[in-house]
């Protein structure tokens, strides 16, 4: 969308929450960082005299969605929300769809087994709970501080990745069962088409509930929402 955004010229700022230590670069003119809530993003619009806004947030970052609708209705800004379509299970597909990280957690067997936990870094705490288990970690940062985790194996790494690669890396570490949220796209599903491979079963965090928005799941969608509404400003 960046990318598109700055060939065609926009007048557009790419906005990162900051919660990864190095963010890729983007070819806009980025921001890092909260807005405030609501209030702050209120003022945030009005300052930099934004027109539209784009919410091209992960479909976990729920808070920053309802707050990017709540802050639109209040100024009159038009929003569409960037967003990958969900993944859906296929044949040879082994899922069990649960509604938040607590359904997740209950879904895991009793029995020791080894998970590999593929939900970032937010959201691990709940899991100490089922300490039997050996987690298998993938994040794009080390860790700050103890995992909270007693038995937990981390991986660096930045996706896109590929099937092959993943499905080497459960092999590689006996995984048994694989949690993962559906954030859906192309780039994260390589461990899902890997399970299915491997045979293993499959936790899927459903995706959060937001407002009703207009929403589009392509680029040109996106470039054809700002062209008939006549701007090219978005954040």
């Known amino acids: 969308m960046a990318r598109a955004l700055a060939v065609a010229g926009a007048d557009a700022v790419f906005s990162y929450a900051g919660r990864t230590a190095r963010p890729v670069v983007q070819p806009l003119p980025t921001r890092v960082g909260g807005f405030g809530g609501v209030e702050g993003l209120v003022a945030y619009l009005g300052h930099e005299r934004i027109s539209h806004v784009i919410d091209a947030t992960h479909p976990f970052a729920a808070q920053m969605s309802r707050n990017a609708h709540a802050a639109c209705a209040a100024t009159g800004v038009p ?11 296929g044949p040879g597909d082994l899922w069990t769809c649960v509604p938040d990280v607590a359904a997740a957690v209950a879904a895991l067997p009793e029995a020791p087994a080894r998970v590999f936990l593929a939900t970032g870094k937010q959201g691990l705490e709940p899991f100490a709970s089922r300490s039997q288990h050996h987690y298998l970690l993938r994040l794009v940062d080390p860790p700050e501080g103890p995992l909270p985790l007693p038995d937990a194996t981390v991986v660096l790494a930045r996706g896109p990745f590929a099937v092959e690669a993943d499905r080497a890396l459960m092999a590689a570490h006996g995984i048994t069962h694989l949690v993962a949220k559906n954030a859906g796209g192309a780039g ?19 995706r959060p509930v937001l407002p009703p928005r207009r929403s589009a799941a392509t680029v040109e969608e996106v470039l054809a929402w700002l062209s008939h509404a006549g701007t090219e400003r978005g954040v």
Request: glycine share 0%.
């Open 188 to 206: 994260a599903a390589a461990k899902l088409v890997a399970a299915r491979a491997l045979a293993l079963p499959v936790i899927l965090i459903d």
């Open 79 to 89: 929003l569409i929300a960037f967003e990958r379509p969900a993944w859906r299970a």
